[in-house]
C-alpha cells in the first residue's frame, strides 16, 4: 500500500487557518499579541533578506528569526546540501557506528577556534548551554556557575538558572545553584570566585537583551581570574557567534581571550534543520568521557544528525568562499556610522550601539516640552512603548521587521541576515528617518497607536 501525502496541496487548503490554528492549539498569547501590535502579515514566501506576500510586495527582514537565518532564507548552497544529503540515503543515527559528516564539521568549526579541541553537537542554543554548564561543573568538580545582569542564555532550566531576566525566572524555582554578577564588574567576580564553589562564568561577549557590549579588557581579566580559582570561561556565541559581530566569534574582537567552552546554535545550519554545538578544550572533553562506562553519559537523540550537519558545512563553506565576514564588517560600519549620524538630529534618539550586524537602537527622555509629556506618559503606562511605537510602523509603512531588545527596554535590535547589501541598509534608514521625523512632528498615527498600546498596558495590569 502506498501512502500519500501532498505538502502543497495541504497548506493550499489550511494554510488560511494559521492564525485560527496556532490559538486553538499551540501558544494563545501570539496570535493575540500578533493582532494587538498589527503583525499578523501572511508571507508566502522568501528569499535572502527579504519576504514577499501574496501580491508580491517584498518585505525587508532586520531579525533574521531571531538570528537563526544568517544567510538569509533558502541560500542555494545549503539548500543544495540538504536535497543532496536526503538523495543519498545515508544510515543515519544508528548509534553504533561513526559517521563522517560530524567529524567534518567538526573539524571545520575548530578550524575557526584553533584553542578549542572538541565538539558536542546538539539540537538548539539552550541545548549548547545545558551541555556547556554541566561538563564545567564536572570537569572542575564545583557546583555554582556565574552569570551577569539581564543576561540571556536559554530557557530550559539549567539554561535558565543563567538567565539574567526576572520575568522568565518566575515561577520556575528551585533552579540550579548559581548567582548573578554585573557585566564589567571584575571585583563582584573576585568575591564570588573566592567563596571557592564557582565552576565557571557564563557571558554573551555582547548581550542580546538591550545590546551592550562587555567593556574593553573584561573578557581576557575575568579569564585570568577564572583560571586563577580553578574556574572555566564559557562564551555563550549563539547569537553573536558565525560572524554576526564582523569576527567569526565576538570574544575574537578582544585580544588574548580563548574561553574554556564555547556555545554556538542560531546560524549554523542555515536556518533549515535545528542544530547546536558546544566548543571545548580536550581536557575538559576527556574528563567527562573518561571511560567506556561514560560513553553516553551526556548525549542528544538527534545530535549529528546528516541533515544538520549537511546543513552546517554548506553554512561554514558558504560564509568561507563568499567572504560573509568581511561583508558583514563593511555593511555594519556602514548601517551603524548612517544611524549614529541621526543622534543630534532626533531628541528622542539616545544611542546607537554594537559591532557588525547585531545593533541597538537606544530611545531617551526628549528636551521639548511636548514631546516629554508623551514620553512621560508612555513611561507611565509601560516602559518599552515608544520602541514598540516605531517597530510598528517601520512594519506597517515601510514592510520592514524589527524588534524590540527587551521587554521594558526602549531599545530596537537589529539583527539582519549577514548578507543584507548597501541597498538594504539605505531602504532602512530612509524608513527609519520617516518614522522619527513623524514621531518628533508631535502627531500623527503614530501617537495614536500609541495610545492604543496605553490602554493595552493598562488593561494587563
Known amino acids: 500500500m502506498t501512502t500519500e501525502f501532498d505538502l502543497g496541496a495541504l497548506l493550499a487548503e ?6 485560527e490554528l496556532h490559538a486553538r492549539y499551540l501558544n494563545p498569547q ?13 508571507y508566502e514566501r522568501a528569499e535572502g533578506a527579504h519576504f514577499f506576500d501574496a ?13 537563526v537565518m544568517g544567510l538569509g532564507r533558502h541560500h542555494p548552497v545549503v539548500r543544495k546540501a540538504l536535497h543532496d544529503v536526503l538523495d543519498l540515503d545515508l544510515a543515519d543515527l544508528t548509534r553504533f557506528d561513526c559517521q563522517p559528516l560530524p567529524g567534518l564539521l567538526a573539524e571545520r568549526l575548530l578550524a575557526h577556534s584553533p584553542h578549542l579541541d572538541r565538539v558536542f553537537f546538539g539540537n538548539s542554543g539552550t541545548e549548547a548551554v545545558e551541555t556547556a554548564l554541566k ?3 564536572y570537569a572542575t568538580g564545583k557546583p555554582r556557575v556565574l552569570y551577569c545582569d539581564h543576561a540571556f542564555h536559554g530557557l530550559t532550566t539549567g539554561s535558565l538558572s543563567v538567565n539574567g531576566e526576572s520575568g522568565f525566572r518566575d515561577g520556575f524555582a528551585p533552579l540550579l545553584p548559581d548567582t548573578a554578577v554585573p557585566l564589567g564588574d571584575l571585583d563582584a567576580l573576585a568575591r564570588e570566585l573566592r567563596k571557592g564553589d564557582v565552576a565557571a562564568l557564563i557571558v554573551e561577549p555582547i548581550q542580546g537583551k538591550g545590546v551592550h557590549e562587555a567593556p574593553p579588557g573584561y573578557l581576557r581579566a575575568a579569564q585570568e581570574l577564572l583560571h586563577r580559582h580553578k574556574a572555566l570561561l564559557i562564551a555563550d556565541e549563539v547569537q553573536t557567534g558565525l560572524g554576526r559581530t564582523g569576527d567569526f566569534y565576538a570574544y575574537q574582537h578582544e585580544e588574548g581571550v580563548e574561553p574554556d567552552l564555547v556555545c554556538v546554535a542560531k546560524a549554523l545550519s542555515g536556518g533549515y534543520v535545528p542544530v547546536g554545538a558546544t566548543l571545548g578544550r580536550d581536557w575538559i572533553f576527556k574528563k567527562v568521557y573518561s571511560s567506556m562506562d561514560r560513553v553516553l553519559v551526556h548525549s542528544a537523540s538527534f545530535g549529528s544528525g546528516a541533515q544538520a550537519m549537511a546543513c552546517g558545512l554548506a553554512v ?3 560564509m568561507e568562499n563568499e567572504q560573509i565576514v568581511a561583508g558583514v564588517r563593511t555593511t555594519g560600519e556602514l548601517l551603524k556610522s548612517r544611524l549614529t549620524a541621526l543622534i543630534g538630529k532626533y531628541e528622542l534618539l539616545a544611542d546607537v550601539r554594537g559591532r557588525g550586524l547585531m545593533i541597538g537602537i537606544e530611545f531617551g527622555r526628549p528636551a521639548s516640552l511636548k514631546l516629554r509629556s508623551r514620553w512621560t506618559m508612555l513611561q507611565a503606562a509601560r516602559k518599552g512603548l515608544f520602541a514598540q511605537m516605531v517597530v510598528v ?9 524589527t524588534q524590540v531588545s527587551g521587554d521594558h527596554l526602549e531599545v530596537i535590535k537589529l539583527i539582519p541576515p549577514l548578507v543584507l547589501d548597501e541597498a538594504d541598509v539605505d531602504r532602512f534608514v530612509d524608513a527609519f528617518t520617516a518614522v522619527m521625523d513623524d514621531a518628533h512632528s508631535g502627531g500623527g498615527l503614530m501617537w495614536d497607536f500609541g495610545k492604543t498600546l496605553i490602554k493595552q498596558a493598562v488593561a494587563n495590569r
Open 316 to 318: 561554514l563553506s558558504v
Open 393 to 401: 510602523p517601520l512594519l506597517q509603512k515601510h514592510r520592514i521587521l
Open 14 to 19: 489550511r494554510g488560511a487557518e494559521r492564525y
Open 55 to 67: 501580491d508580491g510586495n517584498d518585505y525587508l527582514d532586520m531579525l533574521a528569526g531571531f538570528g
Open 135 to 137: 561538563f564545567a561543573r
Open 30 to 42: 501570539l496570535p493575540r499579541m500578533l493582532h494587538t501590535i498589527g503583525f499578523d502579515r501572511v
